[in-house]
């Protein structure tokens, strides 16, 4: 898979967008395969909520993926705008107000955790009929990445650089 010659970039730099960019080409194929089992009104109503599921992921993943590429892109070209990802020294800029708002989100996130938890346990009776456990332990999953984050930028923000 052939991608364009960064001018100035090291041998990681080049080799690191290279796979970049051919991973997200492949992320756009399975983006095409998910949009389509999503739209198929021939599969289950469960079926396309769950690949649209999936699909809301995956375009995620597919901009990740696009974003680091060109970060390292503008890192190898030495170029000074705004790096579609961000810097985390950023998040040192205002630190007393960021550590106070992710210390109140990180509760809000916590007590999210134990009331999905609980939530998990009550429906435990559906989980034959329904998809409704499989949904909360999704929310769950999702519970526990925005702990990682808040926990990354609390990190990040204490940092003395």
């Known amino acids: 898979m052939a991608t364009d010659q960064i001018v100035g970039a090291s041998v990681w730099e080049q080799e690191m967008y290279d796979h970049l960019v051919g991973h997200g ?20 109503s ?59 989100l990180l509760a809000v996130e916590r007590g999210d955790a134990k009331e999905l938890k609980k939530l998990a346990k ?5 989980e034959d009929t329904t998809m409704w456990v499989l949904l909360v332990d999704l929310m769950r999953d999702d519970t526990e990445k925005h702990i990682k984050i808040l926990k990354f930028i609390r990190d990040q923000a204490k940092e003395k650089r």
């Open 25 to 44: 080409q492949i992320e756009g194929e399975i983006l095409e395969a998910y949009a389509d089992l999503a739209a198929n009104e021939d599969r289950s």
């Open 46 to 104: 469960a079926f396309r909520y769950l690949a649209a599921m999936i699909l809301e992921d995956e375009r995620r993943h597919h901009q990740t993926f696009a974003d680091l590429a060109e970060t390292i892109r503008a890192m190898g070209e030495l170029r000074s705008d705004d790096d579609p990802i961000p810097r985390v020294s950023g998040l040192r800029h205002d630190k007393e107000a960021i550590l106070a708002l992710t210390e109140r």
């Open 122 to 126: 009550d429906l435990k009776s559906f």
